[in-house]
């Protein structure tokens, strides 16, 4: 009776055992080597021409339905067995376009017909992530972001923004569960920027993004998120020719609200 009792504790302790060590050698929770989302979008500009010896130049575009596409793809994620560190070194891209945008030329009362996109590349280092429920990012690219129109106005074209920036920054996201908020945080340098009205601007330019929001996963493969991005855009403007003004300064601001679904692998 006493040696059966011993023998079943061996074998109780050896199974625990085994399952101990199956547990520390499964490997860990792949990171993602794919996000695709796509989104409706909502967009608002605000700019702003400040003039020291005259009024200032505005123009407002509320509330502009869109669509988004943004990608991160990690490609050496995908082999088997994954790279140690570069398989944290990923491609990003991203796209967005506004529909049935027309601005009004108060000089002629004339409706012209609008465009607002913007595209984007880059790369992205996953610093952390994984199983760790904290994931934070570096990223690098270039964007391109167009607010033009089909038929420049004669007299005040001052709006116009065709903008390449050099997007510097980081991102976080912490997880609860199949529930996370993030945050995008950039930098943006200014490579090229399109004359406004009959200036070209010079001296200071820089801008900057952050954007926020909320993720929720289902079925692992599946997110469906909240965000809102901001833009803004300083740019210096020479003075006036004829006038002994001092420079102009403008303000370019962009507020893209969207709802999308992302696909996670």
Do not use: C, H
């Amino acid at each position: 009776m006493r040696q059966n009792l011993v023998f079943r504790l061996l074998a109780v302790v050896a199974v625990l055992s085994m399952a101990r060590a199956a547990i520390a050698q499964s490997p860990s929770p792949r990171a993602p080597a794919v996000r695709l989302t796509v989104s409706p979008e909502w967009g608002y500009r605000v700019f702003r021409d400040f003039e020291p010896s005259s009024s200032d130049k505005r123009y407002n575009a509320p509330g502009i339905p869109g669509v988004g596409v943004r990608l991160e793809l990690y490609p050496l994620a995908l082999a088997s067995p994954a790279i140690a560190v570069a398989k944290d070194l990923g491609m990003t891209g991203g796209y967005s376009r506004a529909f049935g945008l027309t601005s009004r030329d108060i000089d002629t009362d004339s409706t012209i017909e609008t465009q607002w996109y913007q595209f984007a590349f880059g790369v992205r280092y996953r610093m952390l992530g994984g199983a760790s429920p904290f994931a934070l990012g570096l990223n690098l690219g270039i964007q391109r972001w167009v607010f033009d129109f089909e038929t420049v106005p004669s007299s005040r074209p001052v709006a116009i923004g065709r903008y390449t920036l050099l997007p510097v920054g980081a991102d976080v996201r912490y997880a609860w569960g199949s529930f996370s908020l993030f945050a995008d945080g950039r930098f943006l340098l200014p490579l090229t920027v399109s004359p406004l009205g009959n200036r070209e601007p010079s001296g200071a330019r820089l801008g900057g993004s952050l954007a926020l929001g909320a993720a929720l996963g289902f079925l692992r493969v599946l997110e469906v998120e909240l965000r809102a991005a901001y833009t803004v855009l300083y740019l210096s403007l020479p003075a006036v020719g004829g006038r002994p003004d001092k420079s102009g300064t403008v303000l370019d601001q962009y507020l893209v609200l969207s709802a999308g679904a992302t696909f996670v692998y």
